[in-house]
């Protein structure tokens, strides 16, 4: 049944919604009725027979006709509540008169529209739906009835047809059949249903006063829950009963069909259902189509080609309501081995001689071929008894034979209405119009035609699958590359448009995987780089969009942000990218946002291989080099650069769009020498990337060649050696990123390992080679390669070094190196002091020094005073820091000695300042130590740039060393604000002496910060002084500090500590 013809009852007006209502078409029916019955007097019309109908049939017929015109109702409606009135006045049996008179109209719906009809029998039924043509609705109604009902009235039909049997009885059976095949359970009208309801509600018993004689009763199964149990058996039967009558060849044909049909319907016979593949269903249902289109004398000729259609996909698509047994299989394959063998020879004349193939023997060469497979299973498959056996073989060979000398008839049916048929079946959305849209999507002959696209656009929906949106892309661009003409253009932006609609229905995920079919095939340009349409306007399209969404940056808006960027990405994924990846290093504070949308689209993860097919490269990494990289003008944009990478390595639950081996191969190994300018954003990205752990077992360090990038970075190390004497104009990654480098090479030490080369050989090669190239280097960065050396190499360290150290021979050996000669013990040891905290504590538990010979201690405190000018200005502030603590702890171990003297002191300060030692004395060796560094031997040694550098070094001691300051008075049992404000105004001065012998300028900032950090603690610490004198202290040393800084030469630093000391001065008075 059609799905116009549910619920069909109450659509048209003046037709009953009721099928029994009693209205002008059941006063209609009741006239044609009577004057039938008029007719045939004096018999009455239950004992209507064939031969009566030509002449009692016709008010019946005109009555129907009458119906038809007055009341169009959809489909025919009126014919099957005819139909089914007629019938249900056969089945039901009349009520007692009383009964009747009484409550039958009360009670019994149907009771006042049988009361109009006479009583009939199945002759009016039968010749009435044959009059009528619609042997389907008496399947429908015929199904409805319950199974055992259902079987009698069919055996009634056949009982019928069996007498006096004429072609139009044998096409009314055939018809019956073939309608029952195609028929499908659960759609049922209104009509159908409430005769259903009513014979059910009766008990479904045929009246005994039938004009028939009660059929003969063939063997079925009667208690089957199906109303369709037996029928297979019964039709069988029937066709066994009439084929003696069955002579025209299309009606041969026909019977042949429905029995083959019907066989291969059966489980037994074959291997299960399967679709056929919708290229041949395609061109089956064009096939039946072209057939009824040229056949006049075909009841589905004056149809439109959507009814067409749909009747084709009923025929393609046909259910067994019921299984045929074993017995009854082999008895449906025996009747069609004996009427092949009657009719084949003939059969097959009249197929070789007609012109032009009826759609009874299209489907009879079908049926037989499908027919044909399923015997070859079942002989492979089964277990057939000898009898068995003889069939199947028999059926076979003839099946073969027929086939052989008539399938060639088939190759002239016409099927060329495939693209209207599969369009016809999208619009009406049949059975197969999912298979059908992914054909229609990728049939290239039959794109953008004018029917082809307003399908695609007035059927959109059905489109909205990603592998549907692909198929259509590709035939969007197959398109455009050959036809270049205006009207072309019209049609890819209709396509593009409904295209692109189709995409914006699906989810994210589906998003995705349609960006990533369009980015294999045509790459990061996508659609824009073949279809014109889409580079139209689509730049100006992206600008506008990004502007929008970097304007109202928000979690709520992320889901608003990728929907928008999802369009843009299916149409130009490269151009999008890019300018997210542009806009993200521009825009402060947007980078983390437009992160987040871009790995909301996992498909960009592409990798492309078009450049060198043996070395994918990723998508999202090309567009950051192109767009960005190398453009980068601020440190901010630095920044917001390495943080909007950082995201794409590490979006949290998203999907990482880029690899850390990625990022390293493009970022940092091409750039990791010292003149390059992305040296130091490189550094900073390997940082990163080494700190993001491994997805696999195999470390993604492997690929990324460890032991070339550990000798990239150690000579960059060895660089710093040479860094105050490199030439101005070349260019070198600043001191503060040698910490950076220091940091990195030790992260790689613990990351490279044995498991990072394919075998342990040539792990030892490859430490050998390492080895060898870092030789010609300074020796201190191979002791931080000690950790991937492991046992394999010993610490190499200049011979002087044992002459202080004692240093175990299994671990270090010496080497006689030009440059440490004579007395460079101390310097070997102190630069051992800043590789590590680990090496440094090691050299502090290895230093001899005898301080019992005060000889030896004065020589090793000269000594070192030479080594630290020697290293400071070389020194980062890391190794700066990791410096310090040595000289910290050799002065509280009493090995350096360092004299404090009272160049800074007017009188003897009756002070405790034990605890304050180590503090005057530091301040003190540093002052020597640029003493050292200022005098006449030594100014010429550093550049004027080191110097601001060194004074930096030396300014941040003085801030730690005030945070001791302050530390060790708070840890102090008793008050010590005169102790502390003395040595305050001690590291005041010697920080004026440092600034008043600098030989460069502007290095006056970083002092003048120091200095007034010093002078606000001494304040502090003065006022914190309760002792009766404090106020004339306070003065004489408020005259000394300022008597000290008038002698400072720097105007700028002079007057402002001036100015802070007068405050002072002014603050204390109060």
């Known amino acids: ?161 069996s007498s006096e049997t004429s072609p139009s009885d044998v096409r009314f059976f055939l018809d019956v059949w073939w309608e029952v095949l195609k028929h499908r359970e659960g759609q049922e009208d209104a009509t159908v249903s409430a005769f259903g309801d009513l014979i059910h509600q009766h008990g479904g018993e045929s009246p005994l006063e039938d004009g028939l004689q009660p059929p003969k009763r063939f063997k079925g199964d009667p208690g089957s829950a199906s109303a369709a149990s037996g029928l297979p058996t019964v039709l069988l039967q029937g066709l066994k009963q009439i084929r003696g009558s069955i002579a025209q060849p299309h009606l041969r044909c026909y019977a042949l069909a429905n029995l083959a049909e019907l066989l291969c319907l059966s489980s037994e016979l074959g291997p299960g259902d399967s679709p056929l593949p919708i290229t041949e269903h395609l061109a089956k249902v064009s096939a039946m189509v072209s057939l009824w289109s040229s056949d006049t004398d075909c009841q589905y000729h004056p149809c439109g080609l959507g009814e067409k259609v749909r009747e084709a996909e009923r025929s393609m698509s046909l259910l067994c309501l019921t299984r ?131 399908c695609l656009v007035e059927n959109k929906a059905l489109f909205q699958t990603p592998e549907l949106v692909l198929k259509l892309l590709e035939t969007l661009v197959n398109f455009t590359t050959s036809h270049h003409d205006k009207e072309a253009q019209e049609l890819q932006m209709q396509v593009t448009k409904a295209i692109v609609e189709c995409y914006t229905g699906l989810s994210l995920s589906d998003k995705n995987k349609v960006i990533s079919g369009v980015l294999l095939s045509w790459g990061g340009p996508g659609l824009s780089q073949n279809v014109q349409v889409v580079r139209e306007g689509f730049q100006e399209d992206l600008n506008v969009t990004l502007n929008q969404i970097t304007e109202s940056v928000s979690d709520e808006g992320l889901a608003r942000a990728v929907d928008s960027m999802a369009r843009l990405m299916l149409l130009s994924p490269e151009a999008t990218v890019k300018q997210v990846c542009h806009l993200a290093v521009v825009n402060l504070g947007a980078h983390q946002f437009l992160a987040q949308i871009l ?97 696999s077992e195999e470390h993604w360090i492997k690929s990324c060649h ?132 680990a090496l440094r504590d090691t050299m502090l538990a290895l230093l001899t020094v005898n301080v019992d010979n005060p000889e030896e201690v004065n020589l090793f405190s000269k000594g070192f005073l030479v080594a630290l000018i020697q290293v400071l200005p070389w020194c980062s502030h890391g190794e700066w820091k990791r410096l310090v603590p040595v000289v910290e702890q050799l002065l509280q171990r009493q090995v350096l000695h360092v004299p404090y003297t009272l160049e800074y002191v007017q009188h003897m300060p009756l002070l405790n300042l034990r605890p304050f030692a180590c503090h005057l004395q530091l301040s003190v060796l540093l002052l020597r130590g640029f003493q050292l560094l200022c005098s006449s031997s030594c100014s010429s040694w550093l550049p004027p740039e080191a110097w601001l550098h060194v004074v930096q070094l030396y300014c941040a001691s003085l801030t730690d060393l005030l945070a001791s300051l302050k530390a060790t008075a708070g840890a102090a049992a008793q008050p010590c604000a005169q102790e502390l404000s003395f040595t305050c105004i001690q590291l005041f001065c010697h920080l004026l002496h440092v600034a008043a012998m600098l030989p460069a300028a502007g290095c006056e900032e970083p002092l003048l910060v120091v200095a007034l950090e010093v002078l606000s603690q001494y304040e502090v610490c003065s006022k914190a002084d309760g002792s009766p004198c404090a106020a004339l202290r306070r003065a004489n040393e408020g005259h000394f500090l300022q008597s000290v800084t008038d002698s400072l030469g720097h105007e700028e630093l002079r007057s402002t500590l001036l100015q802070k000391l007068s405050k002072l001065g002014a603050r204390s008075e109060h």
């Open 1 to 161: 049944m059609e799905p116009a013809e549910r619920g069909a009852a109450a659509m048209a007006p003046g037709c009953p919604g009721d099928p029994w209502a009693v209205g002008e078409e059941t006063a209609i029916l009741h006239g044609g009725f009577l004057l039938a019955a008029r007719l045939l007097q004096p018999r009455p019309l239950r004992e209507l027979r064939k031969a009566d109908w030509p002449r009692a049939g016709v008010p019946i017929t005109d009555a129907l006709r009458e119906i038809g015109e007055r009341c169009p109702s959809p489909r025919g409606l009126w014919k099957k509540e005819a139909v089914a009135i007629v019938w249900a006045k056969i089945l039901l049996p009349a009520p007692p008169a009383a009964a009747a008179l009484e409550c039958g109209w009360k009670e019994d719906g149907f009771f006042s529209v049988g009361a109009m009809i006479p009583d009939v029998n199945h002759t009016a039924l039968f010749e009435l739906v044959k009059a009528l043509g619609a042997p389907r609705l008496l399947v429908q109604l015929l199904l409805a009835l319950p199974p055992a009902a259902c079987r009698g009235q069919l055996e009634s039909l056949v009982e019928y047809i």
């Open 324 to 454: 045929l047994s074993r017995e009854e299989l082999f008895g449906g394959l025996d009747l069609l081995c004996s009427l092949l063998q009657a009719w084949g020879e003939e059969l097959q004349d009249t197929l070789r001689g007609s012109e032009e193939l009826c759609f009874e023997s299209y489907r009879l060469l079908d049926a037989l071929a499908s027919l044909g497979k399923n015997l070859d299973f079942i002989s492979e498959t089964r277990e057939l008894g000898e009898g068995e056996t003889k069939v199947v073989s028999e059926l076979t060979q003839l099946t073969k034979d027929f086939l052989r000398d008539t399938s060639a008839v088939l190759e002239d049916v016409d099927t060329s209405l495939v693209s209207s048929v599969a369009m016809a079946i999208i619009a009406q959305r049949l059975d197969r119009h999912v298979d059908t849209c992914s054909v229609f999507a990728s049939e290239k002959t039959w794109a953008f035609s004018k029917a082809w696209v307003e």
């Open 599 to 695: 790995c909301s689209f996992p498909a960009l993860s592409f990798l492309e291989s078009h450049e060198d097919p043996g070395r994918p490269r990723s998508l999202v990494v090309r567009c950051l080099e192109e767009a960005v990289w190398g453009k980068l003008s601020t440190a901010r944009e630095e920044e917001q650069f390495l943080q909007f990478l950082a995201f794409l390595l590490q979006p949290g639950s998203a999907t990482p769009l880029v690899s850390p081996a990625e990022v390293t191969k493009a970022f940092v190994l091409p750039w990791l020498k010292s003149d390059s300018a992305q040296i130091e954003l490189s550094l900073q990205i390997l940082s990163k990337v080494l700190g993001i752990p491994s997805c």
């Open 706 to 837: 460890p032991f070339p990038l550990l000798l990239s970075l150690c000579k960059l190390l060895d660089g710093y050696t040479k860094y105050w004497h490199q030439p101005r104009e070349q260019l070198f990654p600043s001191l503060e990123t040698k910490e950076l480098i220091q940091n990195i090479l030790c992260q790689l030490c613990e990351l490279v390992g044995p498991e990072t080369v394919p075998s342990s050989e040539l792990w030892v090669q490859s430490l050998a080679w390492l080895h060898r190239k870092v030789a010609s280097l300074d020796w201190t960065v191979g002791l931080r390669l000690k950790k991937l050396y492991g046992d394999h190499f010993k610490n190499e360290v200049p011979a002087t070094l044992f002459e202080i150290c004692r240093l175990p021979e299994d671990e270090w050996t010496s080497q006689a190196w030009p440059a440490y000669g004579a007395g460079s013990g101390l310097l070997a040891w102190m630069e051992c002091c800043c590789v590590s905290p």
